[in-house]
């Protein structure tokens, strides 16, 4: 039997695929989508059954075109047999979560037994402003958040856990402990005289990506032993962009020119979320062919790269399975892949299962990504990472390296307005030599002179 031509019409049925869907509307309303297209698809199947023409392959095509499991249509049809409606009927008495305590999870970081007890502690000590109607069980409050998450619903907002001190109190200790990390460029910690350099000082250590506290993120290189990844305002912007993007499972592209922090900021933003999300890495050759492409995301995951690169099929199906995690790609330098492949990402993005965010970062990201509209057109978050401003400079190389505790501000302010311009990069190596020259040279001091010589390495081109 062949199936009913007008069911397969695009205006009597739309097709909704992954990509019209991310097209027609944002995540937010994804859910309301699947309710139309329940609608649409339980109305014809019931046309066809009342005359007599319904048949397997109706119910298969429907599913194919709705997204969804044949076993699923089938349960659509057999609620609105039984209901007399189109639509999702709610269960008999089923606890829903309302918009105020959506919003409510929202704010404690989407903890279901934070919410919980606070809806408890909320009946029993403050009746003006506690839940209408019974508190409903931890049990059936995680299940009715999990309905909403499978129908799309998404938390807007992240917000640190509870529990942590003041983060100006938490910044000073760590300028304090001159531990490797992460300290704001406002706080006022008492500098430290810079270490007694000498001929038995060992290098720095490569940084190991095993996930250990201070460890350095995985790709930057600070040229110098005793500097420390200091945060700006602009890291602390990308680290904001990213929780938000993550928390919408969707993609976010950080940019900028080279040498400005992109980089540490994302490793800092991802090093930030809960350990029970899952940060990959996928490292891209210079303009990677679609297999090279292919088997770097099946690394990424820890899938067999060499036996599924060649298998085209097995291969997308993997990695379509793996995006059903929740959890971040990060694919860095993403100027290196050409638009035909970029559209490969748009692909696994866009399927319907995927719960995996993606984050593009690279020196003209932005420019490449223009190439690609389609992959354009779903980037949630576009996040800019400027240049270091005159103002900041002083107080981020002082957080930056201890040699820096006794340079004056003009000396510091100069040799940026003439040689770095702000580029963070450049400090680092400025930082490196500086440090020769004072390691050669015990009793040199960090004045105008050594910055002079410093500068004086970087090449004609500064």
């Known amino acids: 039997?062949?199936?009913?031509?007008?069911?397969?019409?695009?205006?009597?049925?739309?097709?909704?695929?992954?990509?019209?869907?991310?097209?027609?509307?944002?995540?937010?309303?994804?859910?309301?989508?699947?309710?139309?297209?329940?609608?649409?698809?339980?109305?014809?199947?019931?046309?066809?059954?009342?005359?007599?023409?319904?048949?397997?392959?109706?119910?298969?095509?429907?599913?194919?075109?709705?997204?969804?499991?044949?076993?699923?249509?089938?349960?659509?049809?057999?609620?609105?047999?039984?209901?007399?409606?189109?639509?999702?009927?709610?269960?008999?008495?089923?606890?829903?979560?309302?918009?105020?305590?959506?919003?409510?999870?929202?704010?404690?970081?989407?903890?279901?037994?934070?919410?919980?007890?606070?809806?408890?502690?909320?009946?029993?000590?403050?009746?003006?402003?506690?839940?209408?109607?019974?508190?409903?069980?931890?049990?059936?409050?995680?299940?009715?958040?999990?309905?909403?998450?499978?129908?799309?619903?998404?938390?807007?907002?992240?917000?640190?856990?509870?529990?942590?001190?003041?983060?100006?109190?938490?910044?000073?200790?760590?300028?304090?402990?001159?531990?490797?990390?992460?300290?704001?460029?406002?706080?006022?910690?008492?500098?430290?005289?810079?270490?007694?350099?000498?001929?038995?000082?060992?290098?720095?250590?490569?940084?190991?990506?095993?996930?250990?506290?201070?460890?350095?993120?995985?790709?930057?290189?600070?040229?110098?032993?005793?500097?420390?990844?200091?945060?700006?305002?602009?890291?602390?912007?990308?680290t904001e962009a990213i929780a938000h993007t993550i928390a919408a499972r969707g993609i976010a592209c950080v940019y900028g020119d080279t040498g400005q922090g992109k980089t540490v900021a994302v490793h800092q933003a991802l090093g930030l979320l809960p350990r029970r999300l899952p940060v990959r890495q996928a490292q891209v050759a210079v303009k990677p062919a679609l297999p090279q492409l292919r088997a770097a995301l099946l690394t990424a995951f820890g899938l067999p790269a060499t036996a599924l690169t060649n298998r085209t099929d097995a291969a997308d199906r993997a990695l379509i399975d793996a995006f059903r995690t929740p959890g971040v790609v990060l694919i860095d330098d993403v100027q290196r892949i050409a638009a035909p492949e970029l559209d490969y990402l748009r692909l696994l993005a866009d399927a319907p299962t995927t719960q995996t965010s993606l984050v593009l970062c690279g020196a003209g990201a932005e420019r490449m990504l223009a190439r690609a509209p389609a992959l354009a057109s779903r980037v949630l978050t576009w996040q800019h990472v400027p240049r270091l401003e005159a103002s900041q400079v002083p107080a981020v190389l002082r957080l930056f390296h201890p040699l820096w505790h006794t340079a004056n501000d003009a000396d510091l302010l100069h040799a940026d307005e003439t040689c770095a311009r702000g580029n963070f990069r450049t400090w680092a190596k400025i930082t490196s030599h500086a440090y020769a020259a004072l390691d050669q040279r015990p009793g040199t001091s960090a004045d105008g002179a050594l910055l002079e010589r410093a500068c004086s390495r970087l090449g004609p081109n500064l």
């Open 1 to 238: 039997m062949t199936a009913d031509p007008a069911l397969a019409q695009p205006d009597t049925l739309p097709r909704v695929s992954a990509a019209s869907a991310a097209d027609v509307e944002p995540l937010a309303s994804r859910s309301r989508e699947r309710a139309l297209v329940r609608q649409v698809v339980v109305g014809r199947l019931l046309v066809l059954d009342e005359a007599g023409t319904l048949a397997s392959v109706h119910a298969r095509i429907a599913a194919e075109s709705a997204g969804v499991s044949v076993r699923t249509v089938s349960r659509w049809l057999a609620a609105a047999r039984q209901s007399g409606r189109l639509e999702a009927v709610p269960r008999r008495g089923a606890f829903t979560v309302t918009e105020e305590l959506w919003a409510r999870l929202s704010e404690v970081g989407g903890n279901v037994a934070a919410l919980h007890r606070q809806l408890a502690g909320q009946a029993g000590s403050d009746p003006g402003q506690a839940f209408v109607g019974p508190v409903p069980s931890l049990a059936t409050l995680q299940r009715a958040v999990r309905r909403e998450r499978q129908a799309g619903r998404v938390l807007q907002t992240t917000r640190p856990g509870s529990g942590r001190v003041d983060p100006a109190v938490y910044d000073r200790a760590l300028a304090e402990l001159a531990l490797p990390g992460t300290v704001d460029e406002a706080s006022q910690a008492p500098p430290a005289p810079p270490p007694a350099p000498g001929p038995t000082t060992e290098p720095a250590a490569p940084a190991v990506p095993d996930g250990s506290s201070g460890a350095v993120p995985l790709g930057v290189r600070l040229y110098v032993p005793g500097a420390h990844v200091a945060a700006t305002r602009q890291l602390g912007e990308v």
